[in-house]
């Protein structure tokens, strides 16, 4: 008799009551074995989505490990059924991929922000860079301002303001 335990943090052991010399089973190991269902993916989507709409959600980082008990083709499979029943599509996404070992950072949608943030450094160091060239009359002062306004896009502007913008010394 094979049970799946899909209530506990680790969603995926099967138990082998018959055969003991089989041990515990991952889930990956199920999906090759033929054992992992339609119905075993939409219960465990169900539970998934619904934890994911409670009180605190299930994290991006906790959905990758449970994606990650599963082979590719099964990761699909549940991903689609997780998004069709009303999981987020974004933390769906941003989960597959950390269980695919691509690292998100410390914030998973940075994404969604990533133009604005190049743009502001860009603008940034571009209005540092010419305070530093006005300021100083030297293009390696320059560079160096440019440089900071690139990496520090809000407190170098207002330092260059502070110091009297483009004003000489």
Do not use: C
């Not at 009180?55 to 980082?61: A, E, G, K, Q, R």
């Not at 691509?102 to 940075?110: D, S, V």
Request: proline share 5%; charged share 20%; net charge positive.
């Amino acid at each position: 008799m094979m049970t799946l335990s899909t209530s506990s943090p680790d969603l995926g052991t099967l138990s082998v009551r018959d055969m003991p010399s089989l041990g515990t089973l991952s889930v990956r190991e199920m999906a090759t074995l033929g054992a992992v269902s339609d119905e075993e993916i939409a219960k465990v989507a169900a539970q998934l989505t619904e934890r994911m709409k409670t009180f605190p959600p299930l994290t991006v980082t906790a959905l990758a490990g449970v994606f990650r008990q599963y082979d590719k083709i099964a990761r699909g499979r549940l991903a689609a059924a997780i998004i069709s029943i009303g999981g987020d599509p974004r933390q769906v996404e941003d989960a597959l991929d950390l269980a695919k070992g691509k690292n998100l950072g410390f914030f998973p949608y940075y994404k969604k922000y990533a133009w604005a943030w190049g743009i502001l450094s860009t603008v940034s160091g571009a209005v540092s860079g010419y305070h530093g060239y006005k300021r100083n009359d030297s293009v390696g002062w320059a560079l160096v301002w440019f440089a900071l306004g690139s990496f520090f896009p809000v407190i170098t502007p207002v330092i260059a303001v502070a110091q009297g913008y483009g004003k000489r010394k």
